[in-house]
């Protein structure tokens, strides 16, 4: 019985390594339709990498990107990017430049401005817009509230077309699992959860400050993730004591800021649905949608890799990702989607441009709960930007 069993078990052994070895290596489980297969399994997994949407048609292109109609439709707007200067974010910028629109970049250091700027600029064609940069940190709401104050004050003469709330970070502290044991979270400036601020909170303070200088049908963007299917018991915290607690303590360090990276993530859909839902479905020309740009070779991994020990990184950067992750430009597209159609609000999205429910965001209560806690955490903060682009908003109306 013991040696059936054996033989039964090498054979399976067997069966998966060559199973395994056939999707590393050939082009075969691909054109039998096994990832397609795969993702009408589980949504998380639609458009994650191309392979996954081999043989399904695009929701969007970027012949329909760089239309005429969409040219006619961007050119001479107003978009400002935050973490602009690296992957998603200068592609998503990258692309607005090359259709006339007048884009402004936020970064960490003038140094990172001024090369994405340079690099930006020197690839516009026959259409391009203008591109601007400014600092801000995202880790601290003084410098969020700054620069929008600068963005203002620089650029009274326009209302905002496109906010892409895009800059954010994933795995951020701890080489060594045991330096946290008691999983205490890695804070921002401001004192709260690091990942949760950096990622989502400080958008919500550059929404709620820069609201009245928005045009209107302005589309507000962000960039998610499919990790957003992936986080903490209660979902998302809606008090202090649960975004700081340590309610699951078994958790190791790598797991927690995994999940909590997919809170902050997963609070991304959420706002975009309280906003929808605030601002009235029929009412307002305003949309909010979210996307996840797919798993994208950027520069996010380099950055896991020097500050985190995580279990097959080194596989998953030397081979998934090269092989087979998205090129960042095909990471934004899904975004430059979101931003050129008007008829998506408090949506979600998977490359490329595939609507994608993930049902821990369809709780109104949560929605709403999560918008109120972001108001008090900002609070402070909230005093409104005196400026003039609102007027001319209202007579534009
Ligand atoms: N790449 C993927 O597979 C993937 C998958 C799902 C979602 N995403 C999301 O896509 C977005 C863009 O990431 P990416 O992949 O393009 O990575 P990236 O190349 O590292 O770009 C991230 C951008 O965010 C900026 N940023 C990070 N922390 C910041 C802070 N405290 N204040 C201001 N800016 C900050 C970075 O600035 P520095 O250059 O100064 O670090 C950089 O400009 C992120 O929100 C990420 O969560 C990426």
Redesign the pocket.
Known sequence: MISKMLKLGAVLVALVSIWLGMCFYTTIPVKMGFYRFLSTLNPVLIGIMPIFLEGVPWGYTWEEYYSPETLQLLKGQRAIV?????????DLAMALFNNGVDVTI????EL?CATAKQAIEAEGGLNKGRLFTML????SFASVRSFCENYVTTFSDHPIDMLFF?????FIKLKNPEDNPDCAPKTAADGIDYLFQ??YLSHHLMYRLLEPFLAPNARIVH?????AFSTFSYKVATDLETLHGCSEPYLKSFTMENLSYGQS?LAQDLWCKALTRKLGLVNSNISANAF?????N????E?ITAVSDIPNQAFMQDTIIPKY?WQ?PD?ALTGLFLATHFDSRGKYYHPQAIEVVNELAVDESLQDKLWDFSEELVQDYLTPIRGSVKAENEVAE
Request: glycine fraction near 16%.
């Open positions: 935050t973490g602009g200067n690296s992957g998603i974010g200068f936020t970064c960490r250091s990172k801000m940190d995202t880790s895009n800059a954010g970070t994933n950096v990622n960039t998610s993730s499919a990790s993530k996840h740009p797919g798993l994208v950027t520069a996010i991994f950055k992750a960042s990471g």
